[in-house]
């Protein structure tokens, strides 16, 4: 962008402008990708209008410029939630570990959508330390908290996280559950082959389907409750269970593969074959 373009958006920025007139300017500094738009937008962060302290975030995590972090993280303390979900986001966006003590003293937000999405930061940052802080979210009211959670801890690949995601198996939110499985699987730890087959019976089929796959990367070990789960009542999970065979690549699992080229459904013939 040209610099008198971003000159005459920064200009736009001012107070003395309609309200309509800066927001549009905030977004078009958010999508200008120009380093000269992170100074302006900073300064935005404190306007007396939520709505433009909200657009200045979101631009400022399209940037990814790390001169915001230290304004994002005193935005996490906005009045508004919704400035401090923004925050979170734009923080998780930019990746910067220096976030990482500010995001975990959010974990305690009132706000469940702000927990949310201060988990989601934390696994993008990806910084191994703050699993141990994200573990008690796996018990937070709101679904969607434990959801993110799961997955900032399958991103993380901590094995100690093992036992509490196994716990959070029983979960009785499905997409919950679903996350969960996709972590531990993750995690390529044998002890998270137990809780997998635990999962390969859990009540919903797509939650059996995840279990299937998630024990490919766990290997050898995961051959027999394999085998078992190609006599799912569910073909989907049949299906997958026999692909996750074929990946293994383990000779034990020969045998049953050929029994299951009779199967009913042609997916799981397919996959068997």
């Known amino acids: 962008m040209a610099e008198r373009d971003i000159g005459s958006l920064v200009k736009a920025l001012q107070p003395y402008n309609s309200i309509d007139e800066r927001l549009d300017a905030a977004i078009a500094l958010?999508?200008?990708?120009?380093?000269?738009?992170?100074?302006?937008?900073?300064?935005v962060l404190k306007d007396d209008h939520y709505a433009l302290r909200r657009e200045a975030a979101v631009a400022l995590g399209s940037l990814k410029d790390k001169r915001a972090v230290g304004p994002l993280v005193d935005a996490l303390k906005d009045r508004y939630y919704e400035l401090r979900r923004d925050a979170a986001i734009a923080l998780g966006a930019i990746g910067d570990a220096s976030a990482v003590k500010a995001l975990v003293e959010a974990l305690e937000d009132g706000d469940p959508g702000v927990r949310r999405d201060v988990a989601w930061a934390l696994g993008s940052i990806g910084d191994a330390a703050v699993a141990g802080p994200l573990l008690p979210l796996l018990k937070d009211r709101d679904a969607g908290v434990r959801q993110n959670a799961a997955w900032a801890l399958g991103v993380l690949r901590d094995r100690a996280c093992v036992p509490a995601l196994a716990d959070a198996l029983n979960d009785p939110d499905d997409a919950v559950r679903r996350v969960v499985v996709m972590a531990l699987g993750s995690l390529r730890d044998p002890a998270a082959i137990t809780p997998l087959v635990r999962a390969l019976k859990d009540r919903d089929e797509r939650v059996r389907r995840e279990a299937a796959l998630a024990l490919i990367g766990l290997g050898p070990g995961a051959v027999g409750p394999l085998v078992n789960a190609l006599k799912d009542a569910s073909q989907f999970v049949r299906q997958n269970a026999a692909w996750a065979l074929?990946?293994?690549r383990d000779p034990e699992a020969l045998e049953p593969l050929a029994e299951a080229l009779s199967d009913g459904d042609r997916g799981v013939r397919w996959d068997a074959a």
């Open 30 to 43: 958010g999508c200008s990708g120009d380093p000269r738009a992170v100074e302006p937008l900073i300064n």
């Open 246 to 248: 074929g990946e293994i």
